[in-house]
């Protein structure tokens, strides 16, 4: 009653699945009219060997006869089966026999066209055998319950068609000799794609061909599925690589897995080998950089071929081998590119190079080689012209930013790298960058505001302090900025204030107020002197010339030299009445003044040339006031100049170049005889034939380099100040902590003083000396390596 009822259910559900099928147009309609089944036999051998259209009305019929058979006994069903499959079997044979012989396995291309052909065949043959499921389904339904009637009669077939190619063929060697055929011709194909388009000798219309007979409502298959092909074979790849996805899928279900696997590996050694000797056969980079490109697509399509041409144990193994053979053995060549490739200005190659060595967990050596490369680049420019240093370095470092940006991908172990290798070359000349970039950021300084914009200037600060954080003596820098700072802020060469300011700021937010405390105080001191200036102005309204005073606190500015000169009874006088104002408004305190700071606006009458008003320093000024006692057309002499000035020799012949020999435009002297050096013969007259436009002229003083024993000065006063900045650290660690270990004070200082300067153990260990002589530590009795603070 159990059984009626299935096949009831079966009947209802197939008589419309079998009006929908579009049956061959050659069965004859007299073989299924008959009730006995006759011509059941003849018309499954025509639905699997041929292939043609007719309407589904022809069979009813016969598939009515089957539905009959069935419903009689279970006897009937299974002797209907037993016959139906002996006869499908039959069609199998007859469909392998079509192919042919098998071809000597030693005949790749051979093997792999007649492999393709079995392809072709079980493709062909699963897409017929829906017919025929359609029409047996009765039957399929009847003994397979919990199986499709497609899947089992799909199984049955390929069972059948597995042992014909096993047994009677004998065909396993010439299936795999096949497959690695094609996959050798795929792997050629695939290397040749970044010159030409190549073809296998299986084309594109064969591939096309095998790829759409396969039934896409199917829900087994002894073929791999559409999704896995997506992820795993591309439109980019050769044809017969898709054909070799497919028909290893086969084999392994034919039982040829571990054959396939064994020969397969096999094959992809040999070929890691021959890419090794053919790309490796020539170490000149030129030649090298070529293959980095193939290297890492290699890598890439075998990767993801992987997936599909070796199983799960061996696939992760194959691929580290042909990693090591490929790569990680030219590491150091490989890594050493980056120098050629940098030198030459080819990032694309750079990230090429860097996407390989990524891929292959071989970064290391080329954070190496680019660390390398920036350090003997680096110490070529440090060996460079002086005046162009710093804009050589911020040049080159912009660009490796650039290169760790785009070619690193921003990657921090290179940036590092870079780092450490760049601190290495701004510090290789001791104090002499932190001079030198000191005077870059003064000379910007002075010309922001006519070669820059506001917003130039400040872009150009930020790039200057990525330098200034490679230095490690940045109090060596302090020094040298500071002198710099001065001399702008006493002789109103600044941009603007708000630079100043802005480039203070800079520094303190990079080093901490102790950094900048002298700085500001100096801006500070700047500011006061402007309102003690408009204070004595209004005290001295009728004073017959302007008179400023920049009073400076001295324990926070540089030293500079007191050079004396003989200034005009005037200007003298005037001198001690704002030093008579000054002690007034200050009991207690003493001025001490530097002329070398000073400047002045002279209106002179320059004959022919007009009357100019002059911008000079102090020196120059007094040189010029010495003309006033005698005619427009008479000579001076130089040792009446020295005589009237007062003026060291060194400074009136340097004060006299400025005057007579500078810039053609402001030559408002004239030296007899012509010459660009002064003599003590030499003498001087007011140049009338001065040729200048503009009524205010800006003679600028000749500036002498810093001689060998002010650097040294220079560098001493910063050695003595490190001494006491390492008492005081110590000082205050160890009055928070009144007892401390050598060690922990040691470790607490160079973390407060390591952004100002590189200590040394030696001068830490003096300063420890220091505090012990002064009485303000001392080292505990019985207890080793161990300071207490004495109050």
């Known amino acids: 009653m159990l059984a009626a009822s299935f096949q009831s259910l079966n009947k209802a559900r197939t008589d419309a699945l079998i009006s929908d099928v579009n049956w061959p147009s050659s069965i004859d309609s007299s073989d299924t009219a008959n009730p006995d089944l006759q ?42 089966y037993q016959d139906t499959t002996d006869q499908i079997k039959r069609c199998i044979e007859i469909l392998v ?39 047996l389904f009765p039957i399929l339904a009847d003994h397979h319950i ?41 792997r050629i194909d695939a290397q040749h794609t970044h010159s030409s388009h190549t073809t296998s000798p299986l084309s594109h219309a064969d591939l096309s061909e095998s790829l759409s007979l396969e039934d896409p409502t199917s829900s087994h298959s002894h073929l791999p599925d559409t999704t896995d092909q997506v992820k795993s074979v591309t439109d980019e790849d050769p044809s017969c690589i898709h054909i070799a996805y497919k028909l290893v899928h086969l084999a392994s279900e034919m039982g040829l897995g571990d054959s396939l696997q064994s020969a397969l590996a096999e094959e992809t050694h040999a070929y890691t080998a021959r890419l090794e000797n053919d790309w490796y056969a020539t170490l000149q980079p030129e030649i090298l950089v070529k293959i980095v490109p193939q ?22 193994s194959i691929i580290e081998q042909m990693q090591t053979k490929l790569v990680t053995n030219h590491t150091q060549h490989l890594a050493g590119l980056v120098a050629y490739l940098l030198e030459n200005e080819d990032q694309r190659g750079v990230a090429e190079l860097y996407s390989l060595l990524e891929f ?10 680019f660390a390398s490369y920036v350090q003997q680049a680096g110490m070529q420019l440090m060996q460079g012209s002086e005046d162009s240093l710093i804009d050589s370095l911020l040049t080159f470092y912009t660009s490796m930013q650039h290169i760790i940006a785009s070619s690193f991908q921003g990657n921090s ?19 002499k960058p932190a001079e030198l970039l000191a005077r870059y950021i003064d000379v910007k300084l002075r010309a922001g505001n006519t070669i820059m914009s506001d917003a130039e200037l400040n872009q150009c600060m930020t790039q200057v302090l990525a330098l200034f954080r490679f230095l490690r003596d940045k109090d060596m820098f302090e020094e040298f900025y500071k002198r710099y700072f001065a001399k702008r802020l006493l002789l109103a060469r600044s941009a603007s204030d708000d630079a100043e300011r802005s480039m203070l700021l800079k520094l303190k937010e990079e080093c901490g107020p102790d950094f900048t405390a002298k700085l500001e105080t100096m ?29 400076l606190t001295q324990a926070h500015w540089p030293t500079f030299p007191d050079t004396s000169v003989q200034l005009p009874d005037e200007m003298q006088q005037e001198m001690k009445r704002f030093k008579s104002f000054y002690e007034t408004c200050h009991s207690g305190r003493s001025l001490h003044w530097r002329h070398a700071l000073g400047f002045l606006i002279l209106v002179a009458n320059l004959g022919k040339a007009g009357i100019k008003e002059l911008h000079v320093s102090t020196f120059q000024a007094a040189v010029l006031l010495a003309f006033n006692v005698v005619p427009l057309d008479c000579e001076i002499s130089y040792t009446s100049l020295l005589q009237s000035t007062q003026l060291p020799p060194s400074e009136l012949k340097r004060t006299l170049q400025s005057l007579a020999s500078g810039a053609i435009p402001t030559r408002v002297l004239r030296k007899h005889p012509q010459g660009r050096d002064v003599n003590d013969t030499d003498c001087f007259t007011i140049n009338q034939a001065l040729r200048n436009d503009r009524r205010r002229i800006r003679i600028n003083q000749i500036q002498h380099k810093d ?38 004070l040691t470790t607490e200082v160079v973390l407060q003083i390591k952004n100002r300067f590189a200590i040394d153990a030696s001068e830490l260990k003096k300063a420890f000396e220091r505090l012990i002589e002064k009485d303000l530590m001392e080292r505990v009795e019985g207890e080793r390596g161990l300071y207490r603070y004495i109050a």
């Open 295 to 316: 290297l890492r697509a290699c890598l890439d399509r075998e990767k993801r071929w992987a997936v599909w041409l070796y199983d799960a144990t061996q696939s992760h």
């Open 360 to 369: 292959s967990n071989a970064l290391p050596a080329l954070q190496s080689a």
């Open 39 to 80: 011509g059941l036999n003849s018309c499954i051998k025509r639905l699997l060997l041929h292939r043609s259209d007719t309407n589904s009305r022809a069979l009813q019929p016969l598939y009515q006869a089957i539905c009959d058979t069935c419903a009689v006994s279970s006897e009937s069903s299974r002797a209907l």
């Open 523 to 551: 801006l500070k001191d700047i500011q006061l002197s402007d309102g003690l200036a408009t204070a004595y102005t209004e005290r001295r309204k009728h004073s017959p010339f302007d008179f400023e005073v920049n009073v």
């Open 146 to 186: 919990n199986t499709s009637p497609y899947q089992l009669l799909e199984s049955l077939c390929f069972t059948h068609f597995t042992q014909q190619i096993r047994t009677v063929l004998r065909a396993q060697s010439v299936v795999i000799s096949g497959i690695i055929s094609l996959v050798q011709q795929g």
């Open 707 to 744: 001689t060998r024993e002010e650097q040294k000065n220079t560098e001493q006063r910063v050695f003595i100040d490190r001494e006491l900045i390492l008492q005081a650290a110590a000082m205050r660690i160890l009055k928070a902590r009144k007892t401390i270990k050598h060690a922990e």
């Open 413 to 431: 172990a290179m940036s590092h790298a870079m780092r450490d290798a760049f601190e290495n070359v701004v510090n290789a000349r001791d104090s």
């Open 97 to 135: 026999s079509d192919i042919g012989s098998p071809p000597m396995r030693t005949d790749s291309e051979a093997c792999a066209q007649w492999t393709h052909q079995l392809l072709s065949l079980w493709t062909e043959c699963r897409s017929r055998l829906h017919l025929v499921a359609h029409l």
